[in-house]
C-alpha cells in the first residue's frame, strides 16, 4: 500500500514563493505518475498539476507560468514550487499517486492520496 504525506503548507502574502514537498512511502513511485490537486473552502476540488515518470508535466492554466512540479525518485519525493502566490491559490492541497506511468487531470485516475497541507495566501 502506498502512503503520501505532504509537507510545506502556511500561511504567505501575496507574492510570495512556497514550496510543497510530498514524501511516498509503501513502494517506489519512480515508475508512477503523481500530482497535486487542491479544494479552497467552498468550492469543488481541482487540479493543479502532475508529472510522468518520465518527467513530462502538465499544468491548470490558473497556475501555469507562477507553479513547478517536480520529482526526485531517489527520495520518492514530489515537490510543487509555487511563486507569484495569489489570495485565490488559498486551498488545501492533495498530493496524489496513480499506477499508471503518465500525468491525467482527472481525480478518478489517482487512487492514493495524502491527507492534505493547508495554503493560505492573504492579500
Known amino acids: 500500500q502506498v502512503q503520501l504525506v505532504e509537507s510545506g503548507g502556511g500561511l504567505e502574502q501575496a507574492g510570495d514563493s512556497l514550496r510543497l514537498s510530498c514524501a511516498a512511502s509503501?513502494?517506489?513511485?519512480?515508475?508512477?505518475?503523481m500530482g497535486w490537486f487542491r479544494q479552497a473552502p467552498g468550492k469543488e476540488r481541482e487540479f493543479v498539476a502532475a508529472?510522468?515518470?518520465?518527467?513530462?508535466?502538465i499544468y491548470a492554466s490558473s497556475v501555469k507560468g507562477r507553479f513547478t512540479i517536480s520529482r526526485d525518485n531517489a527520495k520518492n519525493t514530489m515537490y510543487l514550487q509555487m511563486n507569484s502566490l495569489k489570495p485565490e491559490d488559498t486551498a488545501v492541497y492533495y498530493c496524489?499517486?496513480?499506477?499508471?506511468?503518465?500525468?491525467?487531470?482527472?481525480?478518478?485516475?489517482?487512487?492514493?492520496w495524502g491527507p492534505g497541507t493547508q495554503v493560505t495566501v492573504s492579500s
Open positions: 496524489v499517486a496513480r499506477t499508471s506511468s503518465y500525468a491525467s487531470f482527472d481525480e478518478n485516475a489517482y487512487a492514493y
Open positions: 509503501g513502494r517506489t513511485l519512480s515508475g508512477s505518475a
Open positions: 508529472i510522468s515518470w518520465n518527467g513530462g508535466k
